[in-house]
């Protein structure tokens, strides 16, 4: 294992004290042009970095930015591409933390990873499906889905209503009754407002709400699958399900098709996100789009404005029916 490159090796290389050469990356006076030159070009020749801690207490500020999630899985990894990018050019580094691993659940994950991280390792944190955030937290903070109200930090998020309403929606234009829905983690805003496009639009074209065609999928893989086969156990199955995210769908699609069932033929499944894995699915699947890009980049612009003194903000984006291969009218 190489040895950490220290002050006193740069000092060394240098020919200069170590006082001169925590001067030189600090930018403090007392140090030529010349000699401020060489030692940053010996820094920069050894590798040398001096601890993010220490920095972040002499300058009070570290240049990094937390992105903060219960877990890494599709959804926030694509969040984390759009923060990447937009804070390109900038001084600002990003640092992805996931805050349910050690727990080994989600809940209080954020207050946990916030008092970690704030203050000593990040400036401002972007939180990704927070259950609940601290009042007093550390630092300038961005929630990505849900919303905590006008008390809350600043927020970024999708119309669910509008998102899950149009997924039902293409549903029933295609013939079908007896719509599942395999809903999300019910601790979550977007989870409930999901739940609420599904059955508004159930109401407005007529068809009665059954209680039994609502199953619990968690937006987890692991935790769709007994509901998947709790949907397909009933004595009058139904003709298609909306999962509340693109894992839940898929699950549904592989649970579905372990059973003998054929998507769409048999059974129409369509999700919500439009993660990669849902074009690159056999079949691909309907989904409804998060632009989930954007909504990283997005957060960003409202973090950076707080940093710098701005106001909460509150920013509602589009989401976008994706009809694919794995929606069709029903057979029965």
């Not at 890494?72 to 996931?98: C, H, I, K, M, N």
């Not at 920013?315 to 029916?321: F, G, H, K």
């Amino acid at each position: 294992m190489m040895r950490r490159t220290t002050i006193h090796d740069v000092a060394s290389a240098a020919g200069v004290s170590v006082a001169t050469v925590s001067k030189a990356i600090n930018g403090r006076d007392g140090v030529s042009a010349a000699t401020m030159s060489h030692v940053m070009s010996v820094v920069d020749e050894l590798g040398y970095e001096s601890s993010l801690v220490a920095t972040s207490m002499r300058r009070r500020r570290t240049d990094v930015i937390g992105v903060l999630v219960a877990e890494f899985e599709p959804f926030a990894l694509q969040l984390l591409q759009g923060v990447s990018s937009a804070l390109q050019g900038t001084r600002y580094d990003v640092l992805a933390y996931a805050g349910s691993v050690s727990a080994g659940e989600h809940r209080g994950w954020e207050r946990r990873s916030l008092s970690r991280l704030g203050g000593t390792l990040i400036d401002g944190a972007i939180v990704v499906t927070p259950t609940s955030m601290p009042a007093d937290a550390s630092v300038p903070i961005v929630a990505i889905d849900p919303s905590e109200g006008p008390d809350g930090p600043s927020t970024v998020s999708v119309i669910n209503e509008d998102g899950a309403r149009a997924a039902t929606e293409h549903l029933i234009s295609l013939g079908h009754r007896r719509i599942a829905h395999l809903r999300g983690r019910t601790d979550l805003i977007s989870a409930q407002q999901r739940e609420e496009g599904y059955r508004s639009a159930l109401a407005a074209a007529g068809i009665p709400f059954d209680d039994a065609l609502l199953a619990d999928g968690g937006y987890r893989t692991a935790d769709s699958t007994a509901g998947a086969h709790a949907l397909l156990d009933l004595a009058d199955p139904p003709t298609a399900v909306f999962g509340a995210n693109d894992l839940s769908a898929i699950e549904m699609i592989r649970v579905a098709v372990e059973r003998g069932l054929r998507v769409p033929d048999d059974l129409s499944v369509i999700g919500f996100d439009d993660i990669p894995e849902a074009a690159f699915h056999t079949p691909q699947l309907s989904t409804v789009r998060q632009p989930l890009t954007e909504m990283g980049a997005v957060a960003v612009r409202v973090l950076l404005s707080m940093m710098a003194g701005g106001e909460r903000e509150d920013v509602r984006m589009s989401a976008e029916l994706k009809a694919r291969e794995s929606t069709a009218a029903p057979r029965r």
